[in-house]
């Protein structure tokens, strides 16, 4: 029997030192009483005190896990929105530097839509010089066989009118469409501004209202009913002699030649000559590259403000998606930062425990082994995988 160790569970000390209370407090009444002091503490720290401090280490440790995996989406967000931003100034040839405001957007915008005015006014410009003679040519020669007269001497110049005022200024030099219509704009109102008499200033008024003349605004206030009817007008616009006048930047001019363009393609399919359907192809080329391409979508927000407006607004919503993610990560670095720093201190407090729990199980067992000199003695229990 001596042999045998002896297994006392931790848990079970403090009762099993009571149920031989009277014949320890005897015998080795100094060793009896220091281990009535330690049980108690040996069950506080391994069944209380450790494992709470465990959990709040896992609770740590699994906030600097999800602070860097937000972290790492935030950053793969960011990037994924500067390419994708990237290849939208790339598609539309925009160059505008990675982090600029709104005002700078907004001027790289308005200068590549000044471009873009340029480029589809250009191309259709060339387009009238390379294929409008081949087609006018033809065009008169059918309707003079086959409606002679009808039309006047130039048939094409009735039926394709704005065909006609490309054609004839093929050579001219290119104007700068947007340029001129903002001076040009400007001058008419500033030369048109209207001029209200409240009839407030009945001295003034002869004087300040003299020289409007017939050119006057007058404005009836009793007037019940009144009507705005927009003013279609489908005429050619005014030409210097010197500079390409149709610009197709503007919605008139471009559904004008939008239509001629079609009636003509039409037109080169019917008659299917290969010089006919070779212009066929030019001309939907060029119809195709005026609805479709990046240039011919950034020509029109010359009169759409809400068109333009919306395409900065998508160019601006990049840098702010990318600044939100830019702030989540710096965010969630400043959160694991201050995890990781408390994970330490409960470290170090985790290694002071453990250390302390070794020492009392240590002085536990050497007053056992006072008390019980000719036997091993075992402390057993959940413990011992803290002392591993």
Known sequence: MTSQPISIHYKQMEEWLEDRKSVFSRKHKSEYNALLSVAPRLVQMAQYDIPALEKQIKKNENAIEDCHRVCEEAQRTQLKLVERRRAMLREYGIELAAAVGEVEVVFAVDQRVREACAQVNAAFQEYARARVRALKEYYNALLARTAAGRYGTDPFAFHFPWLQR???????????????????????????????????????????????????????????????????????????????????????????????????????????????????????????????????????????????????????????????????????????????DDLAKLKVQQDELLSRLRSMRDEALTHLEHMFPDRRILIVGDLNKYLA
Not at 251 to 280: I, P, Q, Y
Not at 316 to 337: D, G, L, P
């Open 166 to 340: 490309a054609f004839s200024e093929a050579e001219y030099q290119p104007a700068d469409a947007l340029s001129e219509a903002t001076d040009a704009g400007g001058e008419a109102a500033d030369a048109a501004e209207p001029q209200i008499d409240w009839g407030d200033d009945d001295e003034g008024a002869a004087g300040t209202f003299a020289g409007l003349g017939k050119d006057a605004v007058q404005i009836n206030w009793d007037a019940t009913e009144m009507e705005a009817r927009p003013v279609e007008d489908d005429s050619l616009p005014a030409t210097d002699g010197l500079h390409f006048s149709i610009d197709l930047a503007s919605a008139k001019h471009r559904a004008n030649v939008m239509s001629e363009l079609e009636a003509a393609s039409c037109f080169c399919r019917e008659r299917g000559t290969a010089d006919l359907l070779e212009c066929a192809t030019e001309t939907e080329a060029l119809r195709r590259f005026l609805s479709s391409a990046k240039e011919g979508e950034l020509a029109r927000m010359k009169e759409s403000y809400r068109a333009r407006g919306s395409f900065v607004d998508r160019i601006t919503r990049f840098q702010q998606q990318i600044v939100v993610a830019e702030n989540r990560s710096t965010t969630h670095q400043a959160k694991m930062q201050d995890a990781e």
